[in-house]
């Protein structure tokens, strides 16, 4: 079955950075487009980033373009994002998402909070 195992969110100051991991299993990875999420409790889920399968496309919301980066890494089946000059507004929970190969999967989601 499609599991993602998230790593890498917690605590930290404006300002600061995390990288998120996403270690998927239980489709065709390879040629899945994958996205990150992210929900803030009384709000919609909203798209952080999207990278195609190649990896040679990515897009991003507005509010993260030039702070944030999605990469990935086929081989082992995992997705990355890089988040610098984090800021609170970007304190949500965050998650992966093949939004082809496993639409109605979210796991469960990592905590990122940003505050001083």
């Known amino acids: 079955q499609v599991e993602f195992v998230v790593s890498g969110g917690g605590s930290v100051q404006p300002g600061g950075s995390l990288k998120l991991s996403c270690a998927a299993s239980g489709f065709a990875f390879e040629s899945a487009s994958m996205r990150w999420y992210r929900q803030i409790p009384g709000k919609e889920r909203e798209m952080v980033a999207h990278i195609s399968d190649t990896g040679f496309t990515t897009k991003y919301l507005d509010s993260v373009k030039g702070r944030f980066t999605i990469s990935r890494d086929n081989s082992k089946k995992e997705v990355y994002l890089q988040m610098d000059e984090l800021r609170p507004e970007d304190t949500a929970t965050y998650y992966c998402?093949?939004?082809?190969?496993?639409?109605?999967?979210w796991g469960q989601g990592i905590q990122v909070t940003v505050s001083a």
């Open positions: 998402h093949a939004p082809y190969k496993a639409p109605s999967y």
